[in-house]
């Protein structure tokens, strides 16, 4: 299977992006527990300073600062909360505060005076404290689980100068839980939306970029089928270049093809003129009666003029097919182009007894080159006059579309053969006329192509289910 280049850029857009803002949002989110935890205790040291300075002053006056702080946290669990902090409603104090003496005994815990009593002496807060350092520490209840962390800021006490005891600060790390949460699903909702317009511009850059490779593919595709189309444009880009390029070569070659083709077809359908033209002069020399002297004279002009009619046709074709746009392009009116067509070849008509009938809708008028549509319709006509019988009828009709307008010339000939239906307006492809058994040059309905595509429209040749041919000249209306 083949992977275009512009599936391989975005698929790999795709998984970048997914995988970059996946790493991010991950990186952010593991970095904001500790940050909303640093807050945190930032926090608890201006409480525990605060605190701890309230009982140095109980203390200074000879007062015992666990009766007052007893009293202050019964007064304040008494207290209703309804505090709306964003998306979060406090409704009860989650505050613990213990007060040691200078052997880490516990004198105070608002926790219902638990651990009164007991020797603190070796956690952290209180023996970093003790030793002039900042205490702190953070102990999980369940080992396995980081939201069951309890965090504990201490901060000395000092009477007359000298380390009374150490006042802790404690708080559940769960605190923040709530916060951390708000704020880790906004992240990966920005990380989704960021992750989403970096693939959409991936897919809009993968589409900016294999866009002129597949306009130039259908173009190197359309050269590799024969078709005659214009070069993309591809701005001034190496794509642009690129394409430039492809149009040189398409030149050069075409170019070179075009003469050695024309060479070989135009040595082939001469070499048959030329020989009647040899026989014919070399019977010449010898005595004959003046009848048949007569007759070969006539075939020497008969075949000199067919020559000159294949030199003048090719030289009409070669000049069309290496034109690129139109010159001298002028608005035609259609009924009346026909008519002067038909006005011209009235002798020919006239002498095969061949009626030509011609509709047409309103006025239909369009933009091309006057002599090269004359030669078109003159050649479609030309060959539906010679596959129609004596005294047999052809029908124009002149119409329009939307955006065309529409040649159709209908004969009563014998159609075309299927295994020609392909082939009938290919260079020197001719077929022999049902009167005559002789056929054309091949070039008529070639120059008919190469008009019609000059003039951005097209022209097809089928058969009737009734019998007889129908040609279609389609051409953009003004």
């Known amino acids: 299977m083949v992977i275009k280049i512009r599936t391989r850029m975005y698929v790999a857009f795709l998984l970048l992006g997914c995988i970059s803002f996946y790493m991010l949002v991950n990186w952010i989110s593991d970095d904001l527990r500790p940050r909303y935890q640093a807050a945190m205790e930032e926090s608890m040291v201006d409480m525990a300073t605060l605190l701890a300075s309230i009982v140095e002053e109980q203390l200074a006056q000879g007062a015992d600062p666990a009766d007052d702080l007893r009293a202050a946290f019964t007064r304040a669990h008494q207290r209703t909360l309804a505090a709306q902090i964003y998306e979060f409603t406090k409704t009860r104090m989650n505050?613990?505060?213990?007060?040691?003496?200078?052997?880490?005994?516990?004198?105070?815990?608002?926790?219902?005076?638990?651990?009164?009593?007991?020797?603190?002496?070796?956690?952290?807060?209180?023996?970093?404290?003790?030793?002039?350092?900042y205490g702190a520490r953070a102990t999980r209840i369940d080992p396995d689980d980081p939201m069951t962390a309890i965090l504990h800021v201490a901060a000395p006490i000092h009477r007359d100068g000298q380390l009374a005891g150490v006042l802790t600060v404690a708080k559940p790390a769960d605190s923040v839980a709530l916060f951390l949460y708000t704020a880790q699903k906004e992240i990966v909702t920005a990380g989704f939306i960021a992750a989403g317009a970096v693939i959409l511009l991936g897919f809009a850059i993968s589409f900016w970029i294999s866009w002129p490779i597949d306009k130039l593919t259908a173009y190197a595709k359309a050269i590799r089928d024969g078709r005659r189309v214009p070069p993309p444009r591809l701005g001034y880009s190496e794509i642009g270049a690129l394409g430039a390029a492809f149009e040189e070569m398409r030149t050069a070659l075409e170019g070179k093809q075009y003469v050695e083709d024309?060479?070989?077809?135009?040595?082939?359908?001469?070499?048959?003129?030329?020989?009647?033209?040899?026989?014919?002069?070399?019977?010449?020399?010898?005595?004959?009666?003046?009848?048949?002297?007569q007759k070969f004279l006539d075939n020497l002009r008969s075949e000199t003029a067919r020559i000159q009619d294949l030199i003048d046709r090719m030289l009409l074709l070669a000049a069309v097919e290496n034109r690129k746009e139109l010159r001298d392009a002028e608005e035609i009116n259609l009924e009346s182009l026909l008519t002067e067509v038909i006005a011209e070849m009235q002798p020919a008509l006239v002498s095969k007894e061949v009626r030509v009938t011609l509709q047409s809708e309103d006025e239909i008028v369009v933009v091309g080159e006057r002599f090269l549509l004359t030669q078109a319709l003159a050649n479609l006509l030309q060959n539906a006059l010679d596959?129609?019988?004596?005294?047999?009828?052809?029908?124009?009709?002149?119409?329009?579309?939307?955006?065309?307008?529409?040649?159709?010339?209908?004969?009563?000939?014998?159609?075309?053969?299927?295994?020609?239906?392909?082939?009938?307006?290919?260079?020197?492809y001719s077929l022999s006329r049902p009167n005559t058994g002789k056929k054309s040059s091949g070039l008529g309905l070639a120059l008919v192509r190469e008009v019609a595509t000059l003039h951005h429209g097209h022209v097809t040749l089928e058969n009737l289910p009734s019998g007889g041919a129908q040609a279609t000249l389609e051409l953009p209306k003004q």
Do not use: C
């Not at 040649?407 to 082939?423: N, S």
């Open 95 to 133: 505050l613990r505060v213990y007060v040691t003496d200078a052997k880490g005994i516990v004198l105070f815990d608002s926790d219902n005076g638990r651990d009164e009593g007991k020797d603190y002496s070796r956690w952290n807060d209180v023996y970093l404290t003790l030793r002039g350092k």
């Open 387 to 428: 596959f129609s019988s004596q005294g047999s009828k052809i029908q124009i009709k002149i119409s329009q579309g939307e955006a065309n307008a529409r040649i159709v010339i209908q004969d009563a000939g014998p159609g075309i053969p299927d295994y020609a239906l392909d082939k009938i307006f290919d260079r020197f």
């Open 262 to 293: 024309y060479v070989q077809t135009l040595t082939h359908q001469m070499k048959s003129p030329l020989s009647a033209i040899r026989g014919a002069a070399e019977l010449l020399e010898e005595d004959m009666p003046p009848e048949q002297r």
